[in-house]
């Protein structure tokens, strides 16, 4: 099947100079550059500047950044270098709000949604790896904000990332299954998802989630596409999967309140009367079950908010 693409959170225009990250000279006159721009990200949320169009992030010279860990995001083809800092929000110029990646992350250019996913990802760890898991002693940021140290006994420690599945499996009529987590309120639905546990392929945490929440037991899972889900610090892993004939749906009532098979036909009957709600376009989950459908389909949790 076709990977998927356009990804809300996994696209990207500014080259991550990764090799510059540790070229302390070289970042000490960026920084000093009026032309470097800085994004401020508090809580996994960033400045954005709103017109009818489209959504903006909002940055600002060094020199008017606020004090903060500061990273290396990197720098655009004109040359221009992108830091983020970790720091309360500025008061918000005229114009200007304050949004979360889960709200804006669709909605952003390719350079801005790149960007903003990496600045927060990069924030969460920060602010939350804040001392040696050795011996405690508090780390410090190495210049280019990529890994930290311990001044103590000198390791190095490097940014997490949690890999989870998320996983569309149909039936041999070609029904999806769709479930309703036990966390989630009202008519919200979407498909099945885990993290990966220790020692574990990805393709075994897609057959025992599946079997540990809806008892479907699973085959022929194959990989679609992956985006990064920073909230707080995911990475989703998409796959497809085939249940075979003749297996009935047992739900862990620990996790998901319920679950269905849906037809494409029955989809959109069940969108249209309102009775199950889509995720947002910003997700990978809204993509895979597209990709299954065969097009875009009405409704989404956020435009369920609104009205
Ligand atoms: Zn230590």
Redesign the pocket.
Known sequence: MTPLESLALARGTVDRVTEKRTDVPWLDAAWQDPGSRVLVVSAGQALVRTDDERVDLVFVPPRDAPEGTRFLLGQDADGTVYFGVSADLPAPPPGTRAAALREVGALLSDRDAGLLTHAVALANWHDTHTH?P??G?PTVPDPGGHSTR?P??G?EHFPRTDPAVIMLVTDPDDRCLLARNAAWPGRRVSILAGFVDPGESAEQAVIREVAEETGIKVTNVRYVGSQPWPMPRSLMLGFRADAPAGQAITVDHEELAEAYWFSRDGLLAAIRSREIILPPPVSIARHIIESWYGGPLPSTWTEAGRS
């Open positions: 040696c050795v011996d002693t311990c103590a006994d390791t």
